[in-house]
């Protein structure tokens, strides 16, 4: 696996001429209730993507993790930091455009916070029309949501340091779970239908103590290490198959 960051600016020069994808991983600085440290989202997007690198072997190059993301929606929990929108989209151009003019041409950008989804996706197109670079962006809970739908309890608020979140944590870096807090999440606010997660219909912008007393979503107490290995397992196989074929896709 080669860590950009791990290497001399003439290492750098050798990898980055061999390098057929440039592997970024984001996440967020944010709460993530009781039981799970504030890291949480960028861990996890660093681990799976630092599997992605070393499955990809020399085609890969594993850039440094952004560890701000769009985490507004749990600023009324204390650690919480975010970005703004615009922000976030102009740091991921500036880091293509870095990428770009070493030479490579094809990023996947790992991310393990869903408020990211958006602000990726737009950076991604405004890449591909201004600088004819290819961006893939990959979310485990989305490459892998048959099996977390099948690995996930029955409580209908869940995506966020619940039952799955912490099962994920607690393979891919037990040192973010505090298990004496493991706990189901008090849940707060009527619930409706149209925006709720997992399944919400209509977007409507929810702030996090809208939802639940803690920060937490789910039962968390339902988290194991055999469910997280599920997961992973899962999505390290489909992340690999894809990123294969978008590094072969010439267009």
Not at 106 to 112: C, E, S
Not at 121 to 144: F, I, N, P, T
Request: glycine letters at 6%.
């Amino acid at each position: 696996m080669t860590e950009l960051s791990r290497l001399t600016t003439v290492e750098a020069a050798s990898s980055l001429r061999t390098a057929k994808v440039a592997i970024l991983p984001i996440g967020a600085t944010e709460q993530h209730g009781p039981h799970l440290e504030l890291r949480t989202d960028t861990t996890i997007a660093t681990v799976l993507a630092r599997m992605l690198a070393t499955d990809l072997g020399a085609d890969a190059v594993l850039l440094p993790p952004i560890p701000y993301g769009l985490s507004e929606h749990h600023l009324p929990f204390a650690g919480t930091i975010t970005l703004r929108p615009q922000t976030l989209r102009s740091l991921l151009l500036d880091v293509f455009e870095s990428v770009a003019h070493h030479g490579v041409r094809r990023v996947i950008v790992l991310n393990g916070h869903g408020g990211n989804i958006d602000a990726i996706r737009l950076a991604a197109r405004e890449a591909r029309r201004d600088s004819k670079l290819r961006v893939a962006h990959v979310m485990w809970a989305q490459l892998g949501r048959d099996v977390v739908d099948r690995e996930a309890g029955p409580s209908w608020r869940r995506n966020h340091a619940c039952e799955i979140e912490t099962s994920l944590a607690m393979v891919l870096d037990d040192s973010l779970v505090r298990p004496s807090e493991l706990d189901v999440a008090p849940l707060t606010g009527p619930r409706d239908p149209f925006t709720e997660p997992v399944s919400a219909s209509v977007d409507v912008p929810i702030w996090f103590d809208e939802w639940t007393a803690n920060g937490a979503l789910g039962d968390p107490r339902r988290a194991s290490v055999e469910r997280g290995q599920a997961i992973v397992e899962v999505v390290r196989a489909r992340a690999a198959e894809f990123a294969r074929s978008f590094v072969a896709d010439e267009r």
